[in-house]
Nanobody
Framework: EAQLVESGENSVRPGGSLRLSCVAS????????IGWFRQAPGKGRQGVSC????GDIGSVNSRFTIVRDNSNNTAYLEMNSLLPDDTAVYYC??????????????????WGRGTQVTVSS
């Protein structure tokens, strides 16, 4: 069964950094484009970063970037200079034929269940 599982520290102070992990099982992540999304309370899901199979990256801002580690079937979202507005549930997704439209993964096949990130003093 194909699965994506997100994990990482859940709480950070403003200005801090976090790295979220997305571990894939049941399929080879190297064959997929990968995207990270987030959903803040009362808002819609928003793409934040995307990486193609060839390693091309798009991010919503310069504070976020996505990294893929095909040897460990894992992707990461690295976030710096975090703001309270970055508080959201963060999801990873993978698409076999997906493409990155800038920082947004189009046509994902699999989604993780999400992990909460809270930025607060």
């Amino acid at each position: 069964e194909a699965q994506l599982v997100e994990s990482g520290e859940n709480s950070v102070r403003p200005g801090g950094s976090l790295r979220l992990s997305c571990v894939a099982s049941g399929f080879a992540l190297e064959d997929y484009a990968i995207g990270w999304f987030r959903q803040a309370p009362g808002k819609g899901r928003q793409g934040v970063s995307c990486i193609t199979k060839d390693g091309d990256i798009g991010s919503v801002n310069s504070r976020f970037t996505i990294v893929r580690d095909n040897s460990n079937n894992t992707a990461y979202l690295e976030m710096n200079s975090l703001l309270p507005d970055d508080t959201a549930v963060y999801y990873c997704a993978a698409g076999r034929w997906g493409v990155c439209f800038s920082h947004i993964l189009m046509s994902p096949d699999f989604w993780g269940r999400g992990t909460q990130v809270t930025v607060s003093s």
